[in-house]
């Protein structure tokens, strides 16, 4: 565990340094600093999301999930508990922006990778803690620019990181050998994609609830392991 708070205290600070870079940086300067954030966080999506080793498979646990996160209304649950918790952005912009927005793009960019996946499992088998300090040192870096576009909800999702990556480092012996390496591309994968939309939701290109697709992370590795077996039905078939 010790890794995954080393990467809590990075976002931490990062985060209180985009704050402090935040409230000296006029309109026109967050706005540079925001479509920054948006090319690059699409350039990592598009990194992440070309691991899938199945476009279908991509495809079939992305529309699934979406529906199902739709149906259970994800996004607007979490955008809820943002407004009960009335944190607002701070000098211009405030309006565009909230607690929830940041808490939730972060949290999905900082957790839904395949280094918070290997990183948990290697550190809860091996106590190997290279890759989740490695993952720390880019959180910590990325959360600076998050936070000067968003806030102080960017800095929260350091709780998100410590449930979440805490959680499969200590489950890690027994799921370790339930996630193929193939099932880890998938879930990857899915985070591309999701970290796609919140490039989209930075460069105001399309405004898409990200929070919705969240158990497509859930349906990937399962429908990947699902492939050789309908495949193996396809061939006696036919």
Avoid at 94 to 115: P, T, Y
């Amino acid at each position: 565990m010790i890794a995954t708070f080393i990467n809590c205290i990075t976002v931490i600070l990062g985060s209180l340094l985009g704050l402090l870079i935040r409230s000296h940086i006029n309109k026109e300067f967050q706005d540079t600093v925001e479509t920054s954030a948006g090319f690059v966080t699409l350039i990592i999506g598009i990194d992440m999301a070309l691991k899938t080793g199945s476009a279908i498979v991509l495809l079939f646990a992305r529309n699934i999930g979406g529906i199902i996160g739709t149906y259970l209304k994800i996004e607007d649950r979490i955008y809820g508990i943002g407004e009960r918790l009335d944190i607002k952005q701070s000098g211009s912009g405030a309006d565009e922006s909230s607690f929830a927005k940041g808490f939730l793009n972060s949290s999905v960019l900082f957790c839904f990778g395949a280094m918070t996946i290997l990183g948990s499992i290697q550190a809860g088998v091996n106590h190997d803690y290279d890759l989740l300090l490695l993952k720390s040192g880019l959180d910590g870096s990325m959360s600076i620019v998050l936070a000067a576009t968003y806030g102080l909800g960017v800095m929260a999702s350091s709780l998100f990181i410590l449930v979440f990556q805490g959680t499969i480092t200590l489950l890690s012996s027994s799921i370790s050998h339930l996630l193929s390496s193939d099932g880890i591309n998938e879930i990857s994968a899915i985070g591309g994609v999701m970290i796609l939309m919140i490039g989209f939701n930075l460069l105001k290109i399309k405004s898409i609830k990200v929070a919705n697709f969240f158990p497509s992370i859930i349906l990937a590795p399962i429908f990947i392991s699902l492939v050789p077996h309908i495949s193996k039905i396809f061939n006696s078939i036919f």
